[in-house]
């Protein structure tokens, strides 16, 4: 490959972004975070365990962050898949949007029960706005927006509120159980709750 | 006062609950952590702070938490009664609402910027559930059940969805700009977002 045609490494990676060895530290790193959990893990800890030198590890991330980072955008990036997924087998585009929160509510509290350590990295994430998690609510606002759009042009949904809007409101509406910062705190709702939010949207959708 | 008709002691509080010792406790509290926050602060502190013994302070209460219970809910009473206030003062349900869903994320807002170590208890008895913030909820849902009420009364909003669902689904949409543990998080969206919430809100209650 020529070097004009390389992709570009993401902010905080050094070297190709191709590389091998870099989804080689990454994965070695998820599995470390998932046991020792992200906080308590320094760069050199983690550089010991996967059998490289630090220095080798920081030609390849410039910091823990940066690797924090891409766990955490392989781990989103589940998340958003399985709302496309689901999205996609829905047949009307109420049936789409309905699938659509409930699958990431199911991922966000699957990850949330058997993944913690990952959970509270995506927490950070959240918390802190790292790039992966912007880049995952952009993914799921253009998800949404393309139900919303199918609706639309089906008749199912109201065509008056400028589309950016309904979709920025019902974003917001979703963050209690979608949000990794927040989802923790709505987990006695978790049955219920996703349902009856799911209902009130459909309702302010009517035509 | 006979002691028949004394009023019982919130649980974790001491002696009955009107001794104007315990207010003078609470309000010393309060002005120490809004200085030294609530974490750092040992009972021992406070009541060295204060000028009573330990033992004296544990005649009235019988935790730090107990203490700190009782200025959250002073600090959350202070919001709902603003939201009543506010509420009060719209001609229709539209106007109502938008007033209290504005009246709680302002004061909300006002206690983050202005009070952030008082803020700090609110976070923690929402994350913990404690008791004040839990009758903060439930005050809440009786305020915007009102509301609601009112609404479907003047043919303002829709009566075919179980009242007690909507006023739900209604208090847990508002939640990322009303909760002491989600606020923080969305302080980016706190101009736009409440109001293009609330629209969604209004379009949902439309008949």
Redesign the interface.
Known sequence: MSPASAPLPAAGQRGPAEHAIRAQIVEAARLHFRHYGYDKTTVADLAKAIGFSKAYVYKFFESKQAIGEAICAQTLGQISAAAEAEAGKGRTAEDKYRRFFRAIVDASADLLFNERRLYDIAAVA??ERWPPYLAYLDTLFAQLRTIILFGRESGEF?RK?PVD??C???L??M??FV?P??LE??LD?IHD?PT??V???L????P
Chains 1, 2 share one sequence.
């Open positions: 959240t918390r109201e509120t809007e309904t920025r409101a019902i917001q509406v963050q209690p949000s910062a927040m705190y709505t709702q709750g009856e939010v209902s009130l949207v309702r302010s959708l009517v």
